[in-house]
Nanobody, 115 residues
C-alpha cells in the first residue's frame, strides 16, 4: 500500500517562503512521477509542479521563478520550495505520485498567505 505524507504548510506573510515535504512509502516503482497540486476554495485542483525520476521538471506558469521542486530518491521524498509567496498562492497543497496506471494522493497541507 502506497502512502504519501505531506508536511510544511502554514501561515506566512506575502513575500515569505515555505518548504513543503512529501514522503512516500510502500511498494513504489522506480519509474514514477511525483508532484504537487493545489486547490483553492471554489477552484479546481491544478498542477503546481512535477518531477520525473530522471530529473525533468514542469511548473505552472503562475509559479515559475518562485517555486522549486526537488527529490531525494533515497528517501522517496519530494520537496516544494516556495519563495515570494503571494496571497493567490493560498490553497490546500496535495502531493501526487504516479506510476503504472495509478495515481496516489496525500491528504493535503494548507498554505495560507496573508497580504
Amino acid at each position: 500500500q502506497v502512502q504519501l505524507v505531506e508536511s510544511g504548510g502554514g501561515l506566512v506573510q506575502a513575500g515569505g517562503s515555505l518548504r513543503l515535504s512529501c514522503a512516500a512509502s510502500g511498494s513504489i516503482s522506480r519509474s514514477n512521477i511525483m508532484g504537487w497540486f493545489r486547490q483553492a476554495p471554489g477552484k479546481q485542483r491544478e498542477l503546481v509542479a512535477s518531477i520525473i525520476n530522471g530529473g525533468s521538471t514542469i511548473y505552472a506558469d503562475s509559479v515559475k521563478g518562485r517555486f522549486t521542486i526537488s527529490r531525494d530518491y533515497a528517501k522517496n521524498t519530494v520537496y516544494l520550495q516556495m519563495n515570494s509567496l503571494k496571497p493567490e498562492d493560498t490553497a490546500d497543497y496535495y502531493c501526487n505520485l504516479n506510476f503504472g496506471s495509478r495515481a496516489y494522493w496525500g491528504k493535503g497541507t494548507l498554505v495560507t498567505v496573508s497580504s
